[in-house]
């Protein structure tokens, strides 16, 4: 499967002798529709959802990720998503009240469709990381997923990396001036919620780096003094639109 949690330079030796990592920050980077608000899932809510998780589908077994599928299905009078199981259908009502004063009208509607909107398939992925373990950098598929990406951090905080992608294309990497870069670290604290639209959508790259330790910005706002911060075992939630006709079974799925 592409993109799999792939273990990649755990080396943290070599991390700090060559390759020391920028400050990541704790607030969203400027980067249009991208949003990491100022909220937490409350602990009793995501210790539940962590444990079900493992118990449902990664305890015992030898993998780090699943998929689920549901629809919305406003003609119940809800429009979160049958099929899904129902923690997740609960997850999504929280997030929705969560993000409803965080959130431009426009996308807190593109993420939680109002009743009597047309029906559309949601895709719950669960990726479940040991420390030291990341994701390669890339951009949800295109032809799969529409826009409106919701993920949230269990269990673990980690960095994520963002690196825009005509600079990719274009091998751009010289110095950005300050109002111009084309790459940030953004610390994900546990039970923290992202949610990637428009240019963070289509327009960059998303990646975790396989890492034991992040270099972390210290105070609320991430300008204090950085501190390394060790990496627990962390399970994300991501929830997308598949695009219509998009096949909900087998292929890449990143
Ligand atoms: O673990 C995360 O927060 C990111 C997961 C992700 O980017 C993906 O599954 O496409
Ligand atoms: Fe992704």
Excluded at 73 to 99: D, I, R, V, Y
Excluded at 107 to 131: D, T
Excluded at 160 to 182: H, I, T, W, Y
Aim: net charge negative; proline share 7%; hydrophobic share 35%.
């Amino acid at each position: 499967m592409y993109a799999a949690n792939d273990a990649e330079g755990s080396d943290s030796e070599a991390d700090s002798l060559f390759d020391e990592p920028q400050i990541a920050m704790r607030t969203a980077p400027p980067i249009p529709g991208l949003f990491v608000p100022p909220i937490r899932l409350p602990l009793e809510l995501a210790n539940d959802i962590v444990q079900q998780c493992m118990s449902l589908y990664f305890d015992g077994r030898d993998i780090n990720q699943i998929m689920l599928f549901g629809r919305t299905a406003s003609e119940h009078g809800e429009n979160m998503g049958s099929g899904l199981p129902t923690f997740l259908t609960t997850l999504l009502h929280w997030l929705a009240e969560l993000l409803r004063d965080h959130l431009p009208g426009k996308v807190h509607e593109m993420l939680f469709p109002p009743k009597g909107a047309p029906q559309r398939a949601r895709q719950a992925i669960l990726n479940l990381y040991h420390p030291g373990e990341g994701i390669s950098p890339h951009v949800d598929l295109l032809k799969r997923f529409d826009d409106g990406i919701i993920g949230v951090s269990f269990g673990s905080g980690c960095v994520m990396s963002f690196e825009r992608v005509k600079c990719q294309e274009e091998e751009l990497f010289g110095e950005a001036g300050p109002l111009d870069r084309n790459h940030w670290d953004l610390y994900l604290e546990e039970r923290s919620v992202l949610v990637l639209s428009e240019d963070a959508r289509y327009d960059w790259t998303h990646g975790i780096d396989g890492r034991l330790q992040d270099f972390v910005g210290g105070g609320i706002d991430g300008r204090g003094e950085p501190d390394w911060i060790e990496r627990g075992t962390r399970l994300s939630i991501t929830f997308r639109w598949l695009l219509p006709g998009a096949d909900i079974v087998g292929g890449p799925d990143t």
